[in-house]
């Protein structure tokens, strides 16, 4: 059974940064595409971030694009979301999913939850004003 554990949350300030973790296990590998999704009270899931399984391809939100960055160690199955200049409107529930797939997609593509096969159980992020 595959398993997709986050870590990393927490409470900021405004203008501060968090690094989040996805530690894969079970029957996810590097063979993946990987993304992260948030939704915060009262709002749907939405799209952060996602990564090709070579790690050579990267998709952003255009909410996100310059203050955070994703990234993945294949060797140790974990993808990492370096969340930088952080906003109140980024207060949220982060969520990392896999997907089976080496395939290049589009960006379009990447940002579907129904896209993805596996999804962790979320970690919070509080950033306060």
């Known amino acids: 059974q595959a398993q997709l554990v986050e870590s990393g949350g927490g409470l900021v300030q405004a203008g501060g940064s968090l690094r989040l973790s996805c530690a894969a296990s079970?029957?996810?590998?590097?063979?993946?595409?990987m993304g992260w999704f948030r939704q915060a009270p009262g709002k749907e899931r939405e799209f952060v971030a996602a990564i090709h399984w070579s790690g050579g391809n990267t998709y952003y939100a255009d909410s996100v694009k310059g203050r955070f960055t994703i990234s993945r160690d294949n060797a140790k199955n974990t993808v990492y979301l370096q969340m930088n200049s952080l906003k109140p409107e980024d207060t949220a529930v982060y969520y990392c999913?896999?997907?089976?797939?080496?395939?290049?997609?589009?960006?379009?593509?990447?940002?579907?939850?129904?896209?993805?096969?596996?999804w962790g159980q979320g970690t919070q992020v509080t950033v306060s004003s």
């Open positions: 999913a896999a997907r089976p797939s080496i395939i290049y997609y589009s960006a379009t593509y990447y940002s579907r939850p129904d896209k993805y096969d596996y």
């Open positions: 079970g029957r996810t590998g590097s063979a993946h595409a």
